[in-house]
């Protein structure tokens, strides 16, 4: 496991979306590295995870219990990208003593669930992705023209993210591995062991494509100590669209509430290691 520790400050835990590569944040990780110690990482080869656990989450939340451990941090605000959220909000259930604070960013609702076209691209997800693909890159496009008016911005976004594609894969088998894991899954039993402050961040309705935002902002009346927050003139894509406003938006929440997570904490050079 490749760990990314970045930026001194309050430890921050970022966890990727579906796609499981941290690359796709790097400038989120630059924008959060200038207030916060910020920790990330790819999320592990599912295969390694897939044993008796009885929820199909754990086996993440050890892989960022690992990455706590490997650095010498024992609490830190854990934030997750839309999938990635579904794990913090476990880690946090699970390991309150470790939580500083959670944000949450356009999450899966609680008792979200796979459309049924979805559903079928997941249970064949080779023979699927071309059609997915497709898909997803028109619901990109409508949420990046609104976001970014510019055209030469615009290219050079799209520039960008093909140049991710091809430097840092996805895998659509694991992809599909992932969605169904928290396909029909509730975690409301979750939401209510959650203790800590809670941000609840979502980019506009009208302009997520990928996760309904109605059932994303369930969590801020799930969550004891919860509220809700958007990230404005963005859909789905907002950590990569506005990754400065973002990475305000996520500082000054954590500037809002009461921290200690200086216990357990070891100072280290700002830069990306590797770890077994």
Known sequence: MRIVDRGTGTPLVLIPGIQGRWEYLRDVVDELSTKHRVLTCSLPDDRHFLGEDVHPLDGFVRAVEQMLDARGVQRAVLCGVSFGGRIALRFAAQHPARTA??????????????????????????????????GASDRMRREVRFALPRTRDRLRFFLKMTSLAITAPSSPARMAARALMIDGASCLDDCALVRCQTL????????????????????????????NATLKGTGHQGPLLRPAEFARIITDFVASVSLDTDRGTTARPSHTHDAA
């Open 200 to 227: 609840v961040l979502n980019g506009e309705p009208e302009l997520d494509h990928v996760v309904p935002v109605d059932g994303s902002s369930e969590y801020g009346s799930r969550i004891t100590h919860a509220s």
């Open 101 to 134: 604070a959670l944000v949450l960013v356009s999450t899966p609702g609680p008792q979200w669930h796979l459309r049924e076209s979805h559903r079928r691209f997941a249970r064949s997800p080779w023979l699927s992705f071309p059609a997915f693909l497709a």
